[in-house]
Each structure stands twice: as structure tokens, then as C-alpha cells.
């Protein structure tokens, strides 16, 4: 069964980076884009970035300039997801995409002091 494996998530301080990874298994995802959502709790799902196969990117607006999308081609698509200068906005949980509809398990982000 085909998977994505997200890891990376924790706990910083304002200001601080982590950066995410998605790990899919199989190769059927080798021109799908990635991206990455994130669901606060009491709030829907949104759109943090996504990045095609080729490497063009997207992000929304309230990370553009402190999240940066990258995917590695050569070590099966895993995608990353470095986030600096978090805000406690950011706190989320962040899920890893496939297009059009495979999804991860999650990893929490929590950006506290």
C-alpha cells in the first residue's frame, strides 16, 4: 500500500526552524505534486506550499519569505519542508500531500515558549 511518512515536527520557541520531511513509498508519485497543509485545532485544513515535479513552487501567503518548499528527486520525492522564524500561528498539525487526494498521517508543530 502506498504511503507518505512525515517526520520533523516538535516543539520551538518563536523564532525558531524545523524542517519537515514526506517520505512517499512506491513510485507512482514520481510527477505528482507535493505539498504540504496544516490543520489548527478548531480550524479547516489550508494550503502552506506545494512544489511540481519540475520544482515550480507555491506558497501561501502568510509563509511566503520563512518557509521554503524543496523535493529531492533522487531519493524516491521526498519533499521538505524548512520552516524558519515560526510564529505561534504556525502551531498546526502539518500534513504531507500526494495530488490529488493521498495523504500522511501528520506530524504536530508547536511553537511556544
Known amino acids: 500500500q502506498v504511503q507518505l511518512m512525515e517526520s520533523g515536527g516538535g516543539l520551538v520557541r518563536p523564532g525558531g526552524s524545523l524542517r519537515l520531511s514526506c517520505a512517499p513509498s512506491g513510485s507512482a508519485f514520481s510527477i505528482s505534486p507535493m505539498g504540504w497543509y496544516r490543520q489548527a485545532p478548531g480550524m479547516q485544513r489550508e494550503f502552506v506550499a506545494s512544489?511540481?515535479?519540475?520544482?515550480?513552487?507555491?506558497y501561501a501567503d502568510s509563509v511566503k519569505g520563512r518557509f521554503t518548499i524543496s523535493r529531492d528527486n533522487a531519493k524516491k520525492n521526498t519533499v521538505y519542508l524548512q520552516m524558519n522564524s515560526l510564529k505561534p500561528e504556525d502551531t498546526a498539525v502539518y500534513y504531507c500531500?500526494?495530488?490529488?487526494?493521498?495523504w500522511g498521517q501528520g506530524t504536530q508543530v508547536t511553537v511556544s515558549s
Open positions: 512544489i511540481t515535479f519540475r520544482g515550480i513552487t507555491n
Open positions: 500531500n500526494a495530488a490529488p487526494s493521498l
